[in-house]
């Protein structure tokens, strides 16, 4: 394109450059398609473990927490007024 106006050395090198500069864009597009179709085959298989680490943490939790103490009662006679 710029080559072919000017006819210089350096038109002719820039033009090469831009030229070189799509192909490697070409190829980085194709492997983030590649990519993108691994991460969602990985998000297929895993999207049920969520659920499951929910529920396990959700447990651990619970299991966390001390228990109430037992309320205390009084040791002695009881009056009845």
Not at 17 to 32: E, G, P, W, Y
Request: charged share 25%.
């Amino acid at each position: 394109m710029l080559s072919s106006v000017l006819r210089t050395a350096r038109a002719i090198a820039v033009n090469i450059a831009i030229m070189r500069t799509f192909v490697q864009l070409r190829h980085l597009a194709a492997a983030n398609n590649e990519l993108a179709k691994k991460l969602d085959e990985l998000e297929r298989r895993v999207s049920g473990h969520d659920e499951t680490i929910a529920a396990i943490i959700k447990t651990i939790r619970e299991l966390a927490v001390p228990p109430a103490p037992a309320p205390k009662t009084r040791i002695g006679f009881v009056r009845s007024d």
